[in-house]
């Protein structure tokens, strides 16, 4: 006879879409750390110098900024959070996705230590290649990769039920 713990059940199927969606922050995590997603490497610097900071890491900023946005059993939603990447709304996104193209910029200062100078609006030609560290929403499905490690979790979480 098999018998289930309805509390421990309860729990388990309480926890399970934000514990999906912190494996999916790892897999994102691991595609920084590797500097490639699945399996294909990221297009290395065009100016290397001396340069040995991971690629897509500056300050580090852009890599912290993903969270768990949303858990639950209707939507699982990973994403950069807008306002810890500098207030960059799009930067995720260009880098991920890749851009080419004219760039407005907008008016700034330019603080120095001989003091400030007003920058005016220009329009830049931008080209950022595709540095791809998570699956596109709407456009392919999730990796195979991805897909284990989910099942690998799930089945680890009934487990725990059925023990």
């Known amino acids: ?13 309480r926890g399970m879409p934000s514990g999906v969606g912190r494996v999916m922050l790892r897999y994102v995590q691991r595609n920084f750390a590797s500097e490639s997603y699945r399996g294909s490497a990221w297009q ?11 690629l897509l890491v500056d300050t580090g900023k852009l890599k ?3 969270k ?25 996104q260009l880098h991920n996705e890749g851009a080419q193209g004219v760039a407005t910029v907008r008016t700034y200062t330019r603080r120095g230590r001989n003091g400030s100078v007003r920058v005016r609006s220009h329009r830049r030609h931008a080209h950022l290649p595709q540095r791809q ?6 456009t392919e499905p ?10 690998n979790f799930v089945s680890v979480e009934l487990d725990k039920v059925f023990k």
Do not use: Y
């Open 64 to 66: 912290a900024s993903f």
């Open 1 to 13: 006879m098999l018998m289930i713990n309805e509390r421990k059940f309860r729990k388990v199927m």
């Open 68 to 92: 768990v946005r949303e858990a639950s059993w209707r939507v699982i939603r990973v994403g950069s959070d807008r306002q810890a990447a500098s207030g960059n709304a799009h930067l995720a």
């Open 44 to 54: 290395p610097r065009r100016n290397q110098g001396n340069n040995r900071k991971p």
């Open 142 to 151: 999730l990796p195979p990769e991805l897909w284990a490690a989910i099942e």
């Open 133 to 138: 560290f998570m699956p596109i929403p709407g």
